[in-house]
T-cell receptor
Framework: SQQGEEDPQALSIQEGENATMNCSYKTSINNLQWYRQNSGRGLVHLILIRSNEREKHSGRLRVTLDTSKKSSSLLITASRAADTASYFCATVHTSGTYKYIFGTGTRLKVLA | NAGVTQTPKFRVLKTGQSMTLLCAQDMNHEYMYWYRQDPGMGLRLIHYSVGEGTTAKGEVPDGYNVSRLKKQNFLLGLESAAPSQTSVYFC????????????FGSGTRLTVV
């Protein structure tokens, strides 16, 4: 079964607006990562946040993690048409097995 | 940098045929993974390897076999293809520690008719 569930499943916004997508997971994690997938391509790693971190930034990306609620959010500020893609969260358990479990993804469409 | 290379990129198989998907990485990564991606299902882990000569089952291993004879290569085999194995297959690799992200290949689109 999926560890992470992204919300919403699909999101459509205008260029320049901010896009927020959320990820909920089920068990204690070691860290959480966000990936982007452009249509027909492989996934690209965006950002990693460790379980002892609450917020992390990378360029126009801001990720938060709330381990008490078992949830994370990805904020893309000042979105561009090139941000149109699917976004996935991935978690690795604290059990020590180094394999990530991916969520079902949020499809983001940024309209020019 | 080539990163992770998957071959072939597309393939159509008849039910019952066999095939091997090849994944090659040039980053000296210890860990390698095979995922399948289906609409609405996200990515599901088929098998993975934490080093040369080792393999382990993921979430959906049935109907697949893997081998990691060389550190840079991870092969995924379908012995007797079924329509349910129609999917996009992604290979990924990573360093030993889980704190690094995966590097993904561009995928293999497999159709079983």
């Amino acid at each position: 079964s999926q560890q992470g569930e992204e919300d919403p499943q699909a999101l459509s916004i205008q260029e320049g607006e901010n896009a927020t997508m959320n990820c909920s997971y089920k068990t204690s994690i070691n860290n959480l990562q966000w990936y982007r997938q452009n249509s027909g391509r492989g996934l690209v790693h965006l950002i990693l946040i460790r379980s002892n971190e609450r917020e992390k930034h990378s360029g126009r990306l801001r990720v938060t993690l709330d381990t008490s609620k078992k949830s994370s959010s990805l904020l893309i500020t000042a979105s561009r048409a090139a941000d149109t893609a699917s976004y996935f969260c991935a978690t690795v358990h604290t059990s020590g097995t180094y394999k990530y479990i991916f969520g079902t993804g949020t499809r983001l469409k940024v309209l020019a | 940098n080539a990163g992770v290379t998957q071959t072939p990129k597309f393939r159509v198989l008849k039910t019952g045929q066999s095939m091997t998907l090849l994944c090659a990485q040039d980053m000296n990564h210890e860990y390698m993974y095979w995922y399948r991606q289906d609409p609405g299902m996200g990515l599901r882990l088929i098998h993975y390897s934490v080093g040369e000569g080792t393999t382990a089952k993921g979430e959906v291993p049935d109907g697949y076999n893997v081998s990691r004879l060389k550190k840079q290569n991870f092969l995924l085999g379908l012995e007797s293809a079924a329509p349910s194995q129609t999917s996009v297959y992604f290979c990924a690799s990573s360093r030993r520690w889980s704190g690094y992200g995966y590097t993904f290949g561009s995928g293999t689109r497999l159709t079983v008719v």
